[in-house]
């Protein structure tokens, strides 16, 4: 089915706070509109307005056809204890939703019906039926191996639980219930994170072969500039919203060339206005001037001189109030609220000892998982990126790097005065149900309370963020609490893994430059395509199936 899915009106937020309002968007067969913002413009808040599970503030979202199959991924994969693998797909992709429906009105068939109050059963079971079909609940079991092998996944029973699966493989079944989904209109809300390379590539094929419309939020440049049609830009500092036509890279230069067209426009019009407001006041100066002079140097009988002053400071009072007619008439023209950026740099410590860490024929397991045997050293001040496919053991390499995990076979040694900073995969270092406050306060006790509030404004955790359970806030928010950590703190070794993780773009760029001024060792672990391209690396480590291989 194609269906066409459109938004008039639209304002969101939560509580009392509204974070866009006045957004229409139509979202049309082939269609990819990508959404854009910094974190907290209401990205997600948009997407779950538009799947329907969350009311709009004002305005209406409606489908065509009424009955059309909107799926909605949310960015964190949510595992629930005792689901499996194959129940995690069904909910994923709407079949256990549709299952549930269906198995519902079948039951309802038996039921006695008078046609004088609510639907036909018979209908009723119709439809779900038919829905049901559509959603692909009808060969999903079938389907499901298949699509894991082709991940990689072959070893894996369908009743695996999903609590036992390593990061990388939680990922892949997550591509996996994508690919299987057949919505009409696909929501995504950070599709990319978690993905490595193989994996972008099949996403990107889907997403780019959809019959139907897809709206997405990704972090990810270069999947948006591979994959969006149009981009919709929630624009906090402006209070505003606009969908720009073409890929994601016309976006960058529309946008670009507007906000300098902008600001030409108000520099100018400033200057024009600051032009006139000075020549009246010399005007006003000179006419004040001419009166005072005049009352000092005219004899009180000499009306002659007296009138041509009156008459000259009259032309000058006429003058001024022409100048300030035509400062009226000016057309005004707002100053551009100067957006708030992240100014992030990484604290440094003192240098560590010159060999930060070494493997020598080290052996690492985990389960059924091995990685090596490996023999790396990591030197001080080294800029090290690690790539790999999921589940290949770069999150274990990291561990063995750092001192972190034992070796069953060979040796690990971590060098001295080595002061380590981490953005790790899980955003584990931050997390609970303490305030975020509370929690940043734990870990740098050398500050005060309000040197924390200090430090985490500058991050763009506000009032209504610091007293907020960290488990509240969207993984954004504890990413950038994450790089205000990096900031306070001295490192001489810096570990970020999938960094880009949540973060928004403008967060992204602050990042990569920050690390073109940091000076210490670095261990890089991402797969996004464009930070890989725009930091620099002495050395780069490939890790497939428990080896590391450098390239």
């Known amino acids: ?61 409606s489908l065509a056809p009424g009955d059309a199959f909107v799926g909605w991924l949310p960015q964190e994969h949510e595992r629930i204890a005792g689901e499996s693998i194959a129940e995690y797909i069904a909910r994923r992709t709407g079949c256990a939703q549709a299952t549930r429906e269906m198995d519902a009105a079948a039951s309802a068939l038996g ?31 079938e ?14 029973p369908n009743s695996t639980p999903m609590t036992s699966l390593s990061g990388g493989q939680a990922a892949r079944v997550g591509l996996a219930a994508l690919l299987l989904s057949r919505f009409d209109i696909v929501l995504l ?42 981009v919709l830009e929630l624009d906090l500092a402006q209070n505003a919203n606009r969908v720009f036509g073409g890929g994601y890279d016309s976006y960058l230069e529309e946008r670009e060339t507007e906000r300098r067209h902008k600001r030409d426009a108000y520099d100018a019009f400033a200057e024009k206005k600051a032009d006139l407001v000075g020549r009246a006041r010399t005007q006003r100066e000179w006419s004040s001037q001419g009166v005072r002079n005049a009352m000092k140097k005219a004899p009180d ?17 006429q003058k001024v109030r022409q100048m ?23 604290g440094s410590a003192p240098r560590s000892s010159s060999v930060v ?31 790999g496919p999921n589940g ?103 570990v970020l893994d999938e960094p880009t993780n949540h973060l928004d773009l403008a967060a992204i760029e602050q990042l990569e430059q920050a690390l073109e001024s940091y000076e210490g060792a670095l261990l890089l672990v991402t797969h996004d395509r464009r930070m890989l391209a725009n930091v620099h690396v002495d050395r780069h480590w490939r890790v497939d199936a428990g080896q590391v291989t450098e390239l």
């Open 1 to 61: 089915m194609t269906a066409t899915l459109v938004a008039q009106g639209l304002a969101g937020g939560y509580d009392h706070r509204t974070l866009f309002d006045s957004l229409d968007l139509t979202v049309a067969p082939g269609d990819v509109v990508g959404v854009v913002g910094v974190n907290g413009a209401g990205k997600s808040t948009l997407l779950r307005i538009l799947a329907g599970i969350l009311e709009p503030q004002a305005g209406t979202v």
């Open 111 to 141: 039921e006695a019906y008078d046609g004088t109050t609510g639907a036909d059963p018979a209908d009723v079971y119709s439809a779900a039926l038919e829905r049901w079909l559509a959603s692909g609940a009808a060969d999903l079991d």
């Open 143 to 156: 389907r499901i191996p298949v699509e894991l092998a082709d991940l990689g996944l072959d070893g894996l």
């Open 189 to 230: 809300d950070e599709p990319t994170n978690d993905l490595d390379l193989d994996g972008l590539d099949r996403l990107e094929a889907f997403v780019t072969g959809l019959r139907g419309g897809a709206v997405l939020v990704s972090h990810d440049r270069e999947f948006l500039a591979r994959s969006v049609t149009r």
């Open 301 to 317: 009988n000499d009306k002659i001189r007296r009138k041509a002053s009156a008459e000259s400071s009259e032309k000058q009072a």
């Open 324 to 346: 300030e007619s035509r400062i009226a008439r000016l057309d005004e023209v707002d100053e551009p609220r100067k957006e708030w950026q992240l100014e992030f740099t990484i």
């Open 357 to 387: 860490s070494t493997l020598s024929e080290a052996v690492f397991r985990q389960g059924d998982f091995t990685l090596g045997p490996v023999s790396l050293q990591v030197n001080a001040g080294e800029r090290i990126g690690i790539t």
């Open 392 to 494: 290949a053991g770069k999150s274990t390499l990291l561990r063995a790097l750092l001192g972190r995990q034992t070796p069953d076979a060979g040796t690990a040694s971590l060098g001295a005065s080595v002061q380590i900073g981490e953005i790790d995969q899980a955003r584990a270092q931050l997390a609970g149900a303490r305030p975020l406050a509370d929690s940043v306060e734990e870990q740098l006790p050398e500050l005060s309370a309000g040197e924390v509030r200090t430090l985490l404004a500058k991050f763009g955790l506000k009032a209504d963020h610091v007293t907020r359970a960290v488990d509240a806030l969207s993984p954004g928010e504890r990413t950038r609490a994450g790089l205000a950590l990096l900031q306070a703190r001295g490192v001489n070794v810096l």
